[in-house]
């Protein structure tokens, strides 16, 4: 008689799933009319883009485009350049800039050719509990079809209702129907071993999260390899090496574009000076600080903060 275990271990991957906790900016609508592009830049958090009507392409400077199709959710990490690709055509049956009466700020893009491509598009925050930064692990883009996920789907309709309707709980709602919808972004890809998800196996290792954590909570701290491998309780080495194995980067590469990214977010937030924000991400020198911002950014931190505010 074979008998099952009544206390089996949990899985290290819903232990980390069911702490996620996730907020959105304000939802906007990018409609393209005909066959053009819609720049988005590069924004310090993570994008979401869900396609209402229309085809055409999610394109990235440094990576294969994603084919987008109605139905289609995509989340695209932190600080990655990319741009919205209508490719023209037959008509959507979406009404043009007013897809399905949504009242949402509008950025539109008019190109030859008639059809329209209309999508729901997202800044988005995804930490753990009492935590943040999440996304500063995600290196490519994930992406979720409808059509596979009808819980999702449900969640992503609903959401829809939500974003046009000033009703109480709203913020609450679109919060808990986001994460459904990610949670089941990243379940498919752990379920399918996508090494791109492989951090979400690696929160769960006590060592490597202490370490991690520290630098999320507070990146302008004086880190160094060895003090975080100390937090860690492994030898320097070691945790170098498992660092990298586990989050795809080694752990003072990631300190620093971390650094980098919430400077992009506190100029894009708040209004200190450039040198109080440098030493808040943890640089003593102005002059490096821009340096360093200017290389990943491709602009100065006042010319940043300028073309944010505008």
């Not at 995509?74 to 979406?94: A, D, E, F, T």
């Not at 007013?98 to 329209?116: I, K, T, Y």
């Not at 979400?200 to 520290?214: E, F, I, K, Q």
Request: with cysteine.
């Amino acid at each position: 008689m074979y008998m099952t275990n009544p206390n089996p271990a949990p899985d290290p991957h819903d232990l980390i799933l069911s702490e996620l906790d996730i907020e959105a900016d304000p939802f906007a609508i990018c409609a393209l009319e005909g066959a053009c592009t819609l720049g988005l830049g590069r924004v310090p958090g993570a994008t979401l883009h869900y396609v209402l009507g229309g085809q055409g392409q999610l394109r990235f400077q440094s990576l294969p485009p994603i084919d987008l199709v109605p139905g289609r959710l995509v989340l695209v990490p932190s600080s990655l350049h990319h741009s919205l690709c209508n490719h023209g055509g037959g008509q959507v049956g979406l009404p043009v800039c007013q897809p399905a009466g949504l009242d949402l700020d509008q950025h539109v893009a008019r190109g030859e050719g008639s059809g329209n491509m209309v999508v729901l598009c997202s800044t988005v925050s995804l930490g753990l509990r009492d935590t943040h930064g999440l996304v500063d692990l995600m290196r490519v883009p994930l992406l979720l079809d409808l059509s596979d996920a009808p819980g999702a789907a449900q969640a992503i309709n609903a959401l829809v209702g939500e974003v046009t309707q000033p009703r109480t709980g709203r913020r609450a709602m679109i919060r808990a129907l986001l994460l459904q919808c990610v949670i089941e972004m990243l379940r498919q890809r752990l379920d399918a071993g996508d090494p791109a998800v492989l951090w979400v196996g690696a929160l769960a290792d006590p060592g490597l999260w202490r370490s991690l954590r520290t630098m999320l909570d507070d990146p302008g701290a004086a880190h160094s390899l060895e003090g975080l491998a100390e937090v860690a309780g492994m030898s320097r080495s070691r945790f170098a090496a498992r660092f990298q194995m586990s989050y795809g980067r080694a752990p003072m590469g990631f300190l620093r574009a971390l650094r980098l990214a919430r400077a992009a977010q506190l100029l894009s937030e708040r209004r200190d000076p450039v040198k109080r924000i440098a030493q808040m991400v943890g640089f003593t020198s102005r002059s490096a600080f821009t340096r360093a911002f200017i290389e990943v950014w491709g602009q100065s931190p006042r010319a940043f903060r300028q073309d944010k505010a505008g």
